[in-house]
């Protein structure tokens, strides 16, 4: 068994459900997504370090 049946195909529809905005998937990124704008923006001009 290889990747071939885990890769996403033009001819799939995923439908939006309301439900997505409290899903753990949405929210894991939400987070990961706060957390890098932390170090960015925060934490690493700290230290004198900018990133672009």
Do not use: R
Not at 10 to 28: E, G, R, V
Request: hydrophobic residues 40%; charged residues 15%; proline residues 6%.
């Amino acid at each position: 068994m290889g990747t071939e049946n885990c890769v996403d195909k033009d001819t799939k529809i995923f439908p939006y459900h309301p439900s997505f905005l409290a899903s753990n998937w949405k929210l894991f990124h939400d987070a990961l997504q706060a957390h890098q704008f932390y170090i960015i923006h925060d934490l690493l001009p700290q230290y004198g370090i900018y990133v672009a």
